[in-house]
């Protein structure tokens, strides 16, 4: 009988899953959390508050530039432990915080780790050691994300009632290193090759079918693009603006969601489960999302999920009860578990695995900006006017306009090189 070895790929897909979950530590919707205890003990104003959240966001966006084509080059062993440890240790620094210039510079240097790694390294890692089997990998490594944002907020939620914002900080740092440290020091390697393998379980040398986890696979082949090419595609500008847009959005969304309930009358305890139900809404959407971009064509599910964020923002203006708390946080949940999983795997499926960190790269000080912008503005908007009101027509207004820019973006597809085995 012959044995079956388990494809490498798949430990991969399991360490990207637990830095996911790291990376939700210090989500928006978590970080909001903090907000209203934090500005009453300290009487600092909500964009104070949110400032150095704003510029370490934006600092971490453009240190990509250098990130994504050291994990080309390098892997992102050591890079992400220093990560990982360095979050960590920040976060419980947090918790012995008096002045307002500690809060400053640990905001900036967490958010600079969350934006300059975290949010890059598993949408470069995993499409490195998959492509027919891409979706399915990028689907359930995202799960680790999504069932952070869903245990951290009821964790920290849980903490930051019953023993004070201190003890919040000092938790999430353990919660770090507990779930990132050690695999990723000891499992994580760079690509298959390193290992003697190719993509999808297929080992080197290999001309006939082989056996993946049961299934016969014949060797893939993909485009490749260069990251100074990448730049010479419409397609670049349409995607990276497009999700640009939505990442200013969704951070605005979720830096104010708890704030914004708790304005509208609904409890504390309400607000919190909203959010923490957004974020297991999106487990399974996130799984099927993986398996749906790997069949159907990205760009038209781009285009229904940004006309569903504009929805999610009606029922939004229109939550002042429980149920429709509830209901927000499911319809939110549902569009962001689609494009937490098709925003990594659609730049690999467009541009190819062998520079996608130099690409990645490329769009991380847009895309950090924009998401660095998103809390600000919101706040702003509520200084100058006492309400959430203008901000979210504004937000809703801007996803349904992004969706025309998919309609757009259009696979590249260069004369002088390959195409890819499965164009979306």
């Known amino acids: 009988m012959k044995k079956i070895r388990i494809y490498y790929g798949w430990v991969i897909v399991g360490v990207a899953a637990l830095l996911q979950f790291a990376g939700g530590t210090p989500t928006f919707p978590v970080l909001g959390l903090f907000m209203e205890p934090m500005t009453a003990d300290m009487e600092w104003s909500r964009v104070a508050f949110a400032i150095p959240m704003t510029i370490g966001t934006i600092l971490g966006g453009i240190a990509g530039i250098i990130v994504g084509p ?20 920040a976060f419980v620094t947090m918790s012995f915080i008096d002045q307002f210039w500690q809060h400053f510079l640990l905001q900036i240097i967490i958010r600079s780790l969350t934006a300059g790694a975290f949010f890059m390294v598993v949408g470069i890692i995993v499409p490195k050691w998959f492509i027919t089997m891409r979706g399915r990998a990028m689907a359930i490594s995202s799960m680790g994300g999504r069932l952070g944002q869903f245990v951290t907020p009821i964790l920290i939620g849980w903490v930051i009632i019953q023993f004070g914002w201190r003890a919040g ?146 029922i939004l203006l229109s939550t002042t009860t429980p149920f429709m708390a509830y209901l927000y946080g499911v ?37 950090q900006v924009t998401n660095a912008s998103g809390p600000v503005v919101a706040a702003v908007a509520f200084d100058m006017t006492g309400s959430y009101t ?32 499965r164009v979306n």
């Not at 990132?180 to 079918?209: A, H, I």
């Not at 690999?348 to 990645?360: E, M, P, Q």
């Open 331 to 367: 319809s939110l949940g549902i569009c962001s578990g689609i494009t937490f999983t098709l925003n990594q795997l659609i730049w690999a499926d467009y541009y190819g695995r062998k520079s996608l960190g130099a690409i990645r790269g490329l769009t991380s000080p847009v895309s």
């Open 70 to 89: 050291a994990i080309d080059k390098y892997g992102a062993r050591w890079i992400m432990t220093v990560a990982s440890l360095v979050l960590g240790l």
């Open 390 to 421: 203008a901000i979210l027509w504004a937000f809703g207004i801007t996803t349904a306009l992004a969706s025309v820019l998919w309609l757009l973006a259009t696979p590249p597809k260069p004369s002088s090189l390959n195409h890819s085995a």
């Open 169 to 314: 900080w000092s938790v999430m740092g353990s919660l770090v290193w507990i779930v990132s440290v050690v695999p990723v020091f000891f499992l994580l390697k760079n690509t298959p090759e390193d290992m003697g393998l190719l993509p999808d379980g297929q080992s080197l040398g290999t001309s006939d079918n082989s056996t993946v986890n049961g299934l016969s696979k014949e060797p893939a082949e993909e485009l490749s693009i260069g990251p100074r090419q990448a730049l010479r595609t419409r397609t670049f500008y349409l995607m990276l603006t497009a999700q640009s847009a939505l990442s200013l959005v969704i951070s605005g969304l979720h830096f104010h969601w708890f704030a914004y309930m708790t304005g509208q009358g609904i409890a504390d305890s309400v607000a919190i489960a909203s959010i923490s139900i957004s974020a297991i809404t999106g487990v399974p959407i996130s799984l099927a999302a993986g398996f749906l971009g790997e069949r159907l064509r990205l760009r038209y599910i781009f285009v229904a999920t940004y006309l569903g964020f504009s929805v999610s923002i009606l």
